[in-house]
Nanobody, 124 residues
Framework: QVQLVESGGGLVQAGGSLRLSCAAS????????MGWFRQAPGKEREFVAA????????NYADSVKGRFTISRDNAKNTVYLQMNSLKPEDTAVYYC?????????????????WGQGTQVTVSS
């Protein structure tokens, strides 16, 4: 089992920045990649970004490219999501996820482990 704990959400004005963190524990060696997803009220959960645990290659949703950056610190077993130039449409609950697979990282069913989520609210 892998446990994931997110932190760093909050309320920010449009144009501002936030950094989310996701600390992993448990069977870390089984993780091949980690991702961030988000879910706004009344909408389906959507892919935001993913990173391979060892090589560090990244993938982003088109809606966040150039504004969000995913990174990881293997020594701390932590993945980060730096969010800049935030927009009201970025408002959602953000979830961290982990998977032993390296394919289709934009698909939520690829992931076996999920955090509890952290709320991000961007005011206009």
């Amino acid at each position: 089992q892998v446990q994931l704990v997110e932190s760093g959400g909050g309320l920010v004005q449009a144009g501002g920045s936030l950094r989310l963190s996701c600390a992993a524990s448990g069977r870390i060696f089984s993780i091949a990649a980690m991702g961030w997803f988000r879910q706004a009220p009344g909408k389906e959960r959507e892919f935001v970004a993913a990173i391979s645990w060892r090589g560090g290659s990244t993938n982003y949703a088109d809606s966040v490219k150039g504004r969000f950056t995913i990174s990881r610190d293997n020594a701390k077993n932590t993945v980060y999501l730096q969010m800049n130039s935030l927009k009201p449409e970025d408002t959602a609950v953000y979830y961290c996820a982990a998977t032993p697979r390296l394919l289709k990282l934009w698909v939520h069913s690829t992931y076996d482990y999920w955090g509890q989520g952290t709320q991000v609210t961007v005011s206009s």
